[in-house]
């Protein structure tokens, strides 16, 4: 479906109704804390509520904005005249895996009506991931008989991690094709989708970039399959939202879109930022870089969420997810020496400081928290935070009305979209894919009740990526962990202890001060306190399939299928006597 632009009036609505709730929710809260007589710290708690309040009805206003009813959008049947690389970057991955992913996009584009070649770009340094895709680029080229349309590079140095990588071969080879399709290393896409790509950068020729929407598959673990339905069911209709807001300065995700190399090659070398790692350095949220370069130079950048059949893999526990989370905040943290480079678009500046704010975000509500307990502290009863037993009582006092509005208020804000998005399935039709109306609602409470669980153990992850950011600590760029992920009790104590420890003495701390805080805090203590037991058990696969199903599960896509049945052909290959090509070698 298209996303026709949003008129002016909307676009300053979708801005200015976010800071209204959040200077409502502090209004609110200045009220009644104003019993106990206001404080610096309350002052203080009313500011960080102020931002954070502003910050969820911002998600909310894309989910509405992304609700409006779209038109189709019109799918060109001229012919492709344009030829096209398929990239896809490596870095120590499993090679059958990967390689697998490649043969089948392969032998999906065939007999394509197009000019399309692959190649493989490698970036690994561990002699058995070298070796293994010397054997597996071999095995690759022998049975899909793609001589001349497939190639593997290898580069002596990694410059620019996956963004030097690309750079790299746009600077090589780039001249020789007129699109690129950037993918990962878990990305696999259908031919259909490819083409319909081509054809739409193809017949529009000022689109510099066009990103699709990916959906989650395979994930196994509760934690996966929870990540798996909220994208697939969810994020179209946020993305919708964005789309229509960001225009012509869209968002670029990394992967999974397609790119015409002459509008890249002019507009997006990117710098080195001055200074020294984790601001300095090299750019690792690249994606979102290179898009405002684009849209500077007058390139339209796009999403188009009506592109299915583009697919990626997601961390199958909340450690791995924490660890990819960490370079993302590092990357977006960078942003702060961007986003004031002269020429930039009004929306790809807010594109970063929205990216910047989704890290903040967490350190405002922690802060509040703090702040609130600081300030119980300070201010002798009657305290500012009412009894929640006090909220049902036939005729509530004007402090308990109130404090009433802004619980219910924030929890709309979290909650009232993932409803209209549910109900907005069961009118359209498209719960089919997720089990029906009935099954999708049900996924979709137990999709929100996770989610509570899981969000303080998020807030402190990221509370404390943000801290090591801001002391000058470098997370890198540690390498991910696909597939099996289950962990023991004790293995997510070792990673998670510091966030225990956090609860523990937040609940101290509230019982110290006073047992009108205790209720509050609980439901974020709590599941502080028991992180490893929450991290363990998420991590362990999902017992059945009909809770948190997605249309990939319930009729499996062709190119998944093709796959697997590669995948499976392959598994029983043994590598153990390959050797590695030598550094920079190219295979054709």
Excluded at 195 to 203: C, S
Excluded at 224 to 245: E, H, K, N, T
Excluded at 476 to 502: C, D, K, Q, Y
């Amino acid at each position: 479906m298209d996303a026709p632009r949003t008129p002016h009036g909307l676009r300053a609505l979708a801005l200015i109704l976010p800071l209204v709730a959040g200077g409502g929710a502090a209004a609110l809260f200045l009220q009644y804390a104003s019993a106990a007589g206001l404080t610096p710290w309350a002052l203080f708690c009313a500011g960080l509520l102020t931002l954070s309040t502003a910050w969820l009805a911002w998600g909310a206003m894309l989910s509405l904005i992304g609700l409006l009813p779209a038109t189709p959008r019109e799918v060109s049947s001229a012919p492709i005249r344009g030829r096209t690389a398929i990239l896809m970057p490596v870095c120590n991955e499993d090679a059958a895996d990967t390689f697998a992913r490649l043969a089948a996009m392969i032998e999906d584009l065939r007999d394509a009506p197009a000019d399309i070649h692959f190649a493989i770009l490698s970036d690994s340094s561990r002699p058995e991931a070298v070796a293994a895709e010397a054997f597996w680029f071999d095995r690759l080229l022998t049975e899909t008989g793609a001589e001349g349309r497939l190639f593997y590079r290898r580069r002596t140095l990694n410059t620019g991690r996956k963004a030097g990588n690309i750079a790299d071969f746009f600077r090589r080879s780039g001249a020789a094709y007129d699109y690129a399709l950037i993918l990962d290393a878990d990305s696999l896409m259908a031919g259909a989708t490819i083409l319909e790509m081509i054809r739409r950068i193809e017949v529009e020729p000022r689109i510099g970039l066009l990103q699709t929407l990916p959906s989650v598959v395979r994930a196994k673990s509760v934690f996966g399959r929870a990540m798996q339905f909220s994208a697939s069911f969810y994020s179209p209709v946020f993305a919708r939202g964005l789309a229509r807001l960001q225009g012509n300065a869209g968002p670029f995700w990394g992967h999974n879109a397609i790119v015409r190399t002459r509008a890249w090659a002019e507009a997006c070398g990117l710098p080195e930022l001055p200074g020294k790692a984790p601001f300095g350095g090299h750019i690792l949220s690249h994606d979102i870089v290179e898009a405002a370069l684009l849209a500077r130079a007058g390139w339209t950048v796009r999403v188009d969420p009506d592109l299915g059949g583009s697919y990626e893999e997601a961390p199958e526990n909340l450690i791995e997810h924490a660890k990819r989370d960490r370079r993302w905040c590092q990357g977006n943290l960078q942003h702060a020496k961007v986003i004031r480079a002269a020429g930039l678009q009004g929306w790809s500046r807010l594109s970063m400081l929205l990216g910047i704010v989704a890290y903040v975000a967490p350190v405002f509500w922690a802060g509040f928290l703090i702040s609130a307990v600081a300030d119980r502290a300070t201010v002798p009863p009657p305290d500012y935070f009412p009894d929640p037993y006090q909220f049902f009582p036939i005729f509530p006092s004007d402090e308990t009305a109130k404090a009433i509005g802004l619980f219910i208020g924030i929890i709309g804000l979290l909650v009232m979209p993932k409803l209209l998005i549910v109900a907005e399935a069961a009118l359209t039709g498209r719960a089919a894919g997720y089990g029906g109306a009935a099954r999708a609602a049900v996924s979709a409470l137990a999709d929100i009740a996770l989610s509570s669980l899981v969000a303080p153990v998020m807030m402190a992850f990221q509370t404390r990526s943000v801290v090591q950011v801001l002391r000058g600590a470098d997370g890198g760029w540690p390498p991910n962990r696909r597939g099996e992920a289950r962990l023991t009790v004790a293995e997510a104590f070792e990673a998670s202890h510091f966030i225990v420890t956090l609860g523990l003495a937040g609940l101290f701390a509230a019982w110290h001060w006073g047992a009108g805080l205790m209720p509050w805090l609980l439901p974020v203590l709590v599941p502080m306190i028991l992180a490893p037991v929450l991290i363990a058990l998420t991590s362990r696969t999902a017992s059945g399939r009909a809770l948190f199903a997605t249309p990939e599960e319930t009729e499996k896509p062709a190119i998944l299928a093709r796959h697997d049945a590669i995948l499976a052909s392959w598994t029983g290959t043994s590598s153990a006597e390959v050797t590695a090509p030598p550094l920079g070698s190219v295979h054709a």
